[in-house]
């Protein structure tokens, strides 16, 4: 049984597919498996597994589930349902790990307390240096809920233990297929799982224009629900009062532009009505918008 599942969701990113293969078959070492769920895509992406399934000069199996587009954190649910592995690292289509990216995993997850959640390890950017910020010295051990006060911030690949994905699925609201995985990740950490945060680079991240992080804005009006469920859950946990005003202020503009109404949506998330309001002029003077 391999000890790393290396799990990526794909929707329209066939043309990308052979990037993280050829990466995969770079590792050092070779201990994990792939399982890659096609969202629905109405490109090429099942030819092209197709074709890299038909390739029999790998040590490491592939395991191809097609199905309807329901978003990614649908995709995530059925991958951890048929993950092996005892640690699930999630690499976006649009990324690719380091060569060495499965030994790193190894050699932290090998002592790791066993009430912690995972491992956090940094983001690469193409050009070079990390993505976000970090701390000072090799690894730190907070929630993911502490990431702002320790001043982890930006995208972060996390590799997280499989039982505990499948304890905690991402809820799914009906008629939407965006909910953000912090929900899960802040999730872990109300129940008491803190993360190993590493600092060492994981993966190469790429932001590109098709993306989800370019449609914070579009994906948060069309999938409001879980926007608000998020948004809840987000203001549950300890947050730097300016942090707390950022998700305030996006979450009330972002509601407005859909005709929802100060009192309901402060209500839904249990905001003071002062700190909506300011947030929310404060939100749009400072263009914290998400684009």
């Known amino acids: 049984m391999p000890t790393v599942t ?13 990037r993280l293969y050829r990466a995969l078959q770079r590792q050092t070492v070779q201990d994990f498996e792939w399982v890659v769920v096609n969202d629905g895509s109405l490109d090429d992406t099942h030819e092209r597994m197709e074709d890299i399934l038909a390739c029999k ?17 649908r995709a995530i649910n059925r991958g951890v349902k048929k993950a092996k592995g005892e640690w699930f690292f999630i690499v ?36 070079g240096g990390i993505i976000g910020t970090t701390f000072k010295g090799d690894y730190l051990d907070a929630f993911s809920t502490e990431r702002v006060k320790y001043g982890i911030t930006g995208d972060k690949k996390e590799v997280w233990r499989t039982a505990l994905m499948r304890q905690y699925p991402f809820p799914a609201f ?4 965006f909910l953000t995985e912090v929900t899960v990740w802040f999730a872990f950490s109300q129940a008491g799982h803190p993360v190993r945060w590493v600092n060492q680079g994981l993966a190469v991240c790429e932001y590109l224009k098709d993306g989800l992080s370019a449609k914070a804005l579009e994906l948060s009006k069309k999938n409001f629900n879980g926007y608000t469920y998020a948004v809840k859950l987000s203001l549950s946990c300890y947050l730097p009062v300016f942090e707390r005003m950022k998700i305030v202020g996006n979450y009330i503009y972002t509601g407005k532009l859909i005709g929802k109404k100060i009192s309901g949506m402060r209500q ?17 003077g400072k263009k914290w918008i998400r684009k």
């Open 6 to 18: 290396i799990f990526t969701p794909m929707y329209n990113r066939g043309y990308l597919i052979e």
């Open 174 to 177: 009906e008629g939407e297929n």
């Open 92 to 127: 976006d289509s649009d990324d690719y790990p380091v060569d060495n990216a499965v030994e790193m995993i190894l050699a932290w997850v090998k002592d790791l307390p066993a009430h912690f959640a995972g491992v956090g390890f940094s983001c690469l950017k193409p050009q």
């Open 268 to 284: 839904d998330v249990h905001a003071g009505r002062v700190e909506s309001i300011v947030s929310y002029l404060l939100c749009k």
């Open 57 to 73: 000069n790998r040590a490491f199996e592939i395991l191809y589930i097609h199905t309807q587009n329901g978003g990614k954190h």
